[in-house]
């Protein structure tokens, strides 16, 4: 159907228009990402949404047609790029149900409302400008893993797609009120509520408001008109910039709390009504505490990024709740939660997956929002910051992202891993410290004898690698701990500048 895809082709040429042009480290561990048109264009869409239908064919067994619902976040070239796809999609038979503007996850609620097994959301999340990718998934309510996305990287640069008949298109037009209905049908919060929300100009600004305003609470707007150029900072809840901007607007105005959505909508961040940043990892100890006061013996997934205090906090050890330390990563994290028949899964960057009866069991800000309110409606005498000062005092970074090339990132966290296996056999030292344990599920994670801890991983979504320390003891430990994992960093010329740094 198509000819092989180009790694690299030329712009403004008869070639850039006629040939599929796909970069293959577009195709990450659990879901695709380009700069667009420097990486893919549009006729590498249609490429990839060809392949994307072919690998549907197996994964869902080739004696019925396949449908799947599409959608689209709100960038200049999102729709196209969605229509590209759809049309590749098509030609390998498959039948396109497009749902429009959508969050991811309002896509994946269309899964379970229009009963449709297959999605592919063209969204870039909260990445710059530039970038476009698409989140896919064959069996509600999980997205595609690393065997999944290795079967759709060969079908496509390898051309191996079978052309079908039989492919189809229409249009569901009222699947985003569907979405805010659902969220809906269920009682307002007894407690009155305040919220600032901030949705950095990206798609939420056309759900969020709407939703939580429908459930009675005073909804204070932050950058919640859509603005594809994105002027003020990216829709990203772990970027300072977002969060403080969210406490400026949450301490003039009084609110009892500043929500923060990001650009498709999955991943919520927190200010309390003292500015505070709440980080989503300790967000996910309250709300844990919170849920197993309701429910007998939690099981909880939690990523090697969150907090220890999953572990150490005295009220989830009373509770008999059970944390497991997992993968970071949407896809990880919501299978692991749906094996495990977890209640929760946290993850420290803002993906909370609620399994029944409070969520389907996939990753959406707004059911993180709504468990988060239902947690202040059920103890109106306390504030967010009451919540807040009552963990244990812990010390940590945000995540911070050096730069490292998509083709050498693995290869430099492998030899980062070895070192520290290294380091810790032969009874060596960080910050003065033994070394206690090591958790290399994902990346390393060093813990030393105070319980001080240090997290190097490969990014998921974009080039570089993932650091995040925390220490249950002083800011001087978790600094010293910063200061050591970034000396073995420096030493890898592979390694670039951060995109923030503690």
Same mark, same amino acid.
């Given at each position: ?80 790029? &969605?229509?590209?796809?759809?049309? *590749?999609?098509?030609? /390998? $038979?498959?039948?396109?149900? %497009?749902?429009?503007? @959508? =969050? ?89 509520? &305040?919220?600032?929300?901030?949705? *950095?100009?990206?798609? /939420? $600004?056309?759900?969020?408001? %709407?939703?939580?305003? @429908? =459930? ?287």
């Amino acid at each position: 159907m198509f000819n092989k895809p180009e790694a690299s082709l030329a712009a403004n040429s008869a070639a850039f228009e006629n040939t599929a042009l796909v970069k293959p480290t577009g195709f990450r561990e659990y879901d695709a990402r380009w700069l667009f048109p420097d990486e893919i264009n549009l006729t590498g869409i249609q490429a990839l949404g060809f392949g994307l239908g072919n690998v549907l064919f197996e994964l869902l067994g080739d004696d019925k047609q396949p449908e799947i619902i599409v959608g689209h976040d709100f960038r200049s070239y999102s729709q196209s790029i &969605k229509l590209a796809l759809s049309n *590749g999609l098509m030609s /390998a $038979g498959v039948a396109v149900h %497009d749902i429009g503007l @959508a =969050l991811s996850p309002t896509a994946y609620f269309a899964q379970f409302d229009a009963d449709i097994a297959a999605v592919a959301m063209v969204t870039a999340s909260h990445n710059e400008n530039g970038w476009t990718g698409v989140k896919m998934g064959a069996a509600r309510p999980l997205t595609f893993g690393p065997d999944e996305m290795d079967k759709l990287r060969c079908c496509v640069l390898d051309n191996t797609g079978i052309a079908r008949k039989g492919g189809s298109y229409q249009r569901i037009d009222d699947m985003a009120q569907r979405y805010k209905d659902d969220l809906t049908n269920r009682p307002a919060f007894n407690r009155t509520l &305040k919220a600032v929300v901030a949705c *950095g100009n990206g798609t /939420a $600004g056309a759900f969020a408001p %709407d939703v939580l305003e @429908a =459930l009675g609470v005073e909804v204070v707007a932050l950058n919640c008109d859509l603005d594809h150029s994105f002027p003020n900072h990216n829709p990203n809840p772990e970027d300072m910039k977002m969060l403080h901007a969210l406490r400026d607007k949450v301490l003039e105005t009084g609110a009892d709390i500043g929500f923060a959505f990001d650009g498709d909508g999955d991943r919520c961040g927190v200010v309390d009504n003292e500015g505070e940043e709440i980080f989503a990892d300790k967000m996910g100890v309250l709300v844990a505490r919170d849920l197993a006061k309701q429910f007998d013996q939690p099981t909880f997934i939690v990523d090697v990024k969150s907090t220890g205090l999953f572990l150490t906090d005295p009220e989830l050890q009373a509770s008999g709740a059970q944390t497991i330390y997992w993968k970071t990563g949407h896809s990880y994290m919501k299978r692991h939660t749906h094996d495990m028949q977890a209640l929760a899964g946290f993850e420290k960057s803002g993906h909370f997956f609620f399994n029944a009866p409070i969520g389907r069991g996939y990753d959406d800000g707004l059911v993180t929002a709504i468990a988060i309110c239902d947690m202040l409606d059920r103890a109106p005498d306390h504030s967010m910051a009451d919540m807040r000062h009552s963990l244990p005092v812990t010390y940590g970074t945000p995540t911070m992202s050096p730069y490292c090339d998509d083709t050498k990132k693995y290869d430099v966290v492998d030899r980062i891993i070895a070192h520290f296996e290294a380091l810790a056999k032969q009874g060596g030292t960080l910050i003065g410290q033994n070394i206690r344990d090591l958790v290399t599920v994902n990346g390393v994670r060093i813990t030393l004898e105070d319980g001080t801890w240090g997290l190097i991983r490969a990014s998921s979504n974009k080039p570089g690698l993932v650091v995040v320390v925390e220490s249950p003891t002083s800011e001087a430990n978790m600094r010293a701990m910063f200061a050591e994992l970034d000396g073995v960093l420096s030493s890898y010329e592979e390694v670039g500048e951060y995109d923030q740094k503690i």
